[in-house]
């Protein structure tokens, strides 16, 4: 069954970036209005960012400015910039707006000193 696959997490120090990227195990992404979610610990798991089949984006008022959504013909990514503490979570892609059977395993960013 397609599934959504996360990569590019890790340990970084306030105000350092990662690049996370996004693809399914099967069909192709370029077909799928795509976002990001993040479950933060304690929190329920919330959008991001979200990107159109045809590139237009949309940002969480928390990561405007800091974070930039994009995509190519094979993959979403998610380069997020001046991280913070309160950016740590498990970052999931999927569709806009997500489909249960598409969740995958996430990929853990933690921000700390």
């Known amino acids: 069954q397609v599934h959504f696959v996360e990569s590019g997490g890790g340990l970084v120090q306030p105000g350092g970036s990662l690049r996370l990227s996004c693809s399914t195990s099967?069909?192709?992404?370029?077909?799928?209005?795509v976002g990001w979610y993040r479950q933060s610990p304690g929190n329920q798991r919330a959008v991001v960012a979200t990107?159109?089949?045809?590139?237009s984006d949309l940002y969480v008022t928390s990561v405007k400015g800091r974070f930039t959504i994009s995509r190519d013909n094979t993959k979403v990514y998610l380069q997020m910039n001046s991280l913070q503490p309160e950016d740590t979570g498990v970052y999931y892609c999927?569709?806009?707006?997500?489909?249960?059977?598409?969740w995958g395993k996430g990929t853990q960013v933690t921000v700390s000193s």
């Open positions: 099967e069909s192709s992404i370029s077909a799928y209005h």
């Open positions: 990107i159109s089949t045809h590139g």
């Open positions: 999927n569709t806009d707006p997500p489909k249960g059977p598409l």
